[in-house]
């Protein structure tokens, strides 16, 4: 595990103000250059003595809001959303598989139910089409990282390229960011994992309950098993973690099979659904 340290340095600037006199100094708390007066050729005669040049001092500038994550946000992976209403999230990871993409998203638009997906750099490179189809049904498509490794595992220089690496790959096929949303992969981070993707601009968004969809039926599950976890544990505010993928080992697809189930679970239990563009701004 990496140890980070940071230390944010303010340096005030001094302007000094020539008797032919200079432009007004970049004031932007974002410029950390420094820059001193400009030196030119005398012009004075030998037998005249300029008169001093007043010196102005301008105060230290103070660094604003961290743009891109509200502060209430900053150092939290959100596992469900802070309200007391029976609204749920349905969100969608894309990894190595497409499989069940154009059956999930012909199965919200019949329902009609919002949802949220993340997807790797890869996938976007691997299936374009897919994330073309998402984006293009008015879907949120969030940054699920570039190759899916563990973020414990990489130093914060390698985070941050992975994480531009992935925005690059989905908004060039979106047209719209994916910042602010992001989700590890794994679900594996540590609060200095959450402080590098905070500073990057991004809310991680974690999940309530795990449909376990993923482990197909290889793992000892089938679709009304999935059913039952993701509407017997709801919430008000419960994101659902579920796959748009296949099982490797048996090919299944449960939580796209499982998804009219849960979607008329959930609203017989008087539960709306969601997106996350709103939570994470």
């Known amino acids: 595990m990496n140890i980070r340290?940071?230390?944010?340095?303010?340096?005030?600037?001094?302007?000094?103000?020539?008797?032919?006199?200079?432009?007004?100094?970049?004031?932007?708390?974002?410029?950390?250059?420094?820059?001193?007066?400009?030196?030119?050729?005398?012009?004075?005669?030998?037998?005249?003595?300029?008169?001093?040049?007043?010196?102005?001092?301008?105060?230290?500038?103070?660094?604003?809001?961290?743009?891109?994550?509200?502060?209430a946000l900053r150092g939290v992976d959100l596992e469900r959303i802070p309200t007391g209403e029976k609204v749920a999230a349905l969100t969608f990871d894309g990894g190595a598989s497409d499989m069940a993409v154009s059956r999930i998203l012909a199965t919200l638009a019949r329902y009609d139910v919002p949802a949220t997906f993340f997807v790797t750099g890869e996938f976007a490179r691997t299936y374009p089409d897919r994330v073309r189809a998402i984006a293009a049904a008015g879907y949120p498509v969030g940054n699920h990282s570039d190759t899916h490794?563990?973020?414990?595992?990489?130093?914060?220089?390698?985070?941050?390229?992975?994480?531009?690496?992935?925005?690059?790959?989905?908004?060039?096929?979106?047209?719209?960011?994916a910042m602010?949303?992001?989700?590890?992969?794994?679900?594996?981070?540590?609060?200095?994992?959450?402080?590098?993707?905070?500073?990057?601009?991004?809310?991680p968004v974690r999940w309530t309950v795990d449909s376990l969809g993923w482990k197909g039926t290889s793992g000892g599950l089938d679709a009304g098993a999935v059913t039952e976890r993701v509407v017997t544990t709801a919430v008000p505010g419960q994101i659902v973690l579920m796959h748009v993928g296949a099982n490797p080992d048996d090919g299944t697809t449960?939580?796209?099979?499982?998804?009219?189930?849960?979607?008329?679970?959930?609203?017989?239990?008087?539960?709306?659904?969601?997106?996350?563009?709103?939570?994470?701004?």
């Open 5 to 71: 340290q940071g230390a944010l340095v303010v340096a005030a600037s001094i302007l000094v103000v020539t008797a032919c006199g200079s432009g007004a100094p970049d004031e932007s708390s974002e410029s950390t250059a420094t820059s001193g007066p400009t030196s030119e050729a005398a012009t004075t005669p030998p037998s005249e003595v300029p008169a001093p040049a007043p010196s102005v001092t301008f105060p230290v500038p103070v660094p604003g809001p961290r743009t891109g994550v509200p502060e």
């Open 149 to 177: 490794p563990a973020y414990p595992d990489l130093t914060d220089e390698q985070i941050r390229a992975d994480l531009a690496a992935a925005e690059a790959a989905i908004t060039a096929l979106t047209g719209r960011p």
């Open 180 to 203: 602010p949303l992001f989700r590890f992969p794994f679900g594996a981070r540590t609060d200095a994992d959450i402080r590098v993707v905070n500073d990057a601009g991004y809310v």
């Open 254 to 281: 449960l939580d796209a099979d499982a998804l009219p189930a849960i979607i008329d679970g959930l609203r017989t239990r008087s539960y709306s659904f969601v997106d996350l563009t709103d939570v994470v701004r």
